[in-house]
């Protein structure tokens, strides 16, 4: 851990008072008060972050204008070609790490894209639909309508009959047929709504399968 003041800061990462307080006003660099003077910590992790990146692109900036310079120099075996190289290698590495970081990412991008196509398909195949809450309520709802509309023919038919003074015999006749009807229309209705729920969930017709209420 090192603790820098505002020119020492500047100096090591290669830029100026003004760039300084800049990135100081925008949060990328935190200062604290020592001594009634702005003091930069390493260790904090917006500033080691801004000294790293910083070193990176000094670097590849070094590194490009070595290899622009229209002059080319050869490098003697000396302290200062060590420092370069030692650049050069950093500065490789940097890219190498940015690049892994990059597929890294991809790589999680994919697996939550696929993760979340799974989902989709389970929903569109009716895996988190509750298919026996929708069975009880099917069944409910169809044994519901067809006692109480039986109840509503039977007093209709009966009240008819009793009004034109239709005989018992053909009363029977009427309510038989009434009913017969009243049940092909229910098992129709049953029918239809298997398919519907079988196209709506992507299930097979055995998985879906629900027992025709008995008449």
Do not use: W
């Not at 910083?54 to 290899?67: F, H, M, R, S, W």
């Not at 092909?184 to 209705?189: N, R, S, T």
């Amino acid at each position: 851990m090192a603790i820098y003041s505002r020119p020492e800061f500047c100096k090591l990462v290669g830029i100026k008072q003004a760039a300084l307080s800049t990135q100081i006003s925008r949060g990328k660099i935190i200062v604290f008060e020592e001594g009634g003077k702005d003091k930069i910590d390493d260790s904090i992790r917006e500033n080691a972050d801004f000294i790293k990146k910083q070193q990176t692109t000094n670097a590849l900036k070094e590194a490009k204008e070595v290899v622009n310079s229209d002059n080319p120099v050869q490098i003697p075996h000396s302290e200062k070609s060590k420092k370069l190289k030692n650049k050069e290698e950093k500065t490789q590495m940097s890219l190498f790490d940015l690049n892994l970081e990059k597929a890294r990412a991809d790589i999680d991008k994919k697996y939550i894209d696929t993760r979340l196509a799974e989902m989709k398909m389970e929903v569109l195949m009716g895996a988190n639909i509750p298919i026996n809450h929708v069975k009880s309520i099917v069944s409910t709802l169809s044994k519901s309508i067809l006692t109480n509309y039986k109840a509503f023919q039977d007093q209709i038919i009966s009240e008819f009959c009793h009004q034109y003074k239709i005989s018992d015999a053909e009363r029977s006749k009427i309510l038989a047929k009434a009913v017969a009807g009243l049940n092909a229309i229910h098992l129709k209705a049953v029918s239809e709504s298997k398919i519907q729920m079988k196209n709506a969930m992507g299930t097979t017709q055995n998985e879906l399968a629900i027992e025709d209420d008995e008449q």
